[in-house]
């Protein structure tokens, strides 16, 4: 994960100085010894801190290199738990308008990525309410919008929604972003709110 988290663009999320999360919490965290609600606590303060985030991500590289000598387990980081948790991370820091992607496991041939849904996207999703389709116009409208965005797409068999979108009436509305999970050749797509 610490490949992943790397590639995040600098978080630009106002320090909240006050609160800043001690060293052996942050140590408890990466060891896994924190339970469900002291994590989301301290995940409440680092989704909105950059410099408690940089310190998690260190602190994350360290343990990756633990002794050898130890016995073995699965950190907590490598599970879906942190998965999700990083998900939630990556969601604030875009909502300074920055665009996201992040390209999860080199080997394992998924590719996740969350952008800003802007019209160009928008008028993707609008195009028809088909929430699945296979190949066609719409397909490689959707491939070709993803390459430029530095997505690398291969081919795609079929896309898939998870719920037909509708166009928000007001400008003042919730800001969206779309998810996006590529797996054996299928593009999955779900639009969120950010709030
Ligand atoms: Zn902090």
Known sequence: ?????????????????????????????????????????????????????????????????????????????????????????FLLFIIGGQLVFKQWGQNSGVILATFDLDQELKDILLDDDALRFGKGARLNRLVAVLRQRGLQVKNLDFVELSQPYYQKKSLFGPQEVLHIRIENNVAYLEVKEVD
């Open 1 to 89: 994960m610490g490949k992943w988290i790397n590639k995040i663009l600098e978080p630009s999320v106002a320090a909240d100085s006050d609160h800043h999360i001690a060293i052996e919490d942050m140590a408890r965290l990466t060891d896994g010894t924190v339970d469900r609600a002291e994590r989301e606590n301290l995940f409440h303060h680092i989704n909105r801190c950059a410099r408690c985030y940089e310190i998690l991500q260190e602190t994350l590289k360290d343990a990756s290199f633990s002794d050898p000598g130890q016995p073995a387990r699965v950190p907590w980081w490598k599970t879906k738990t942190a998965y999700a948790l990083a998900v939630s991370i």
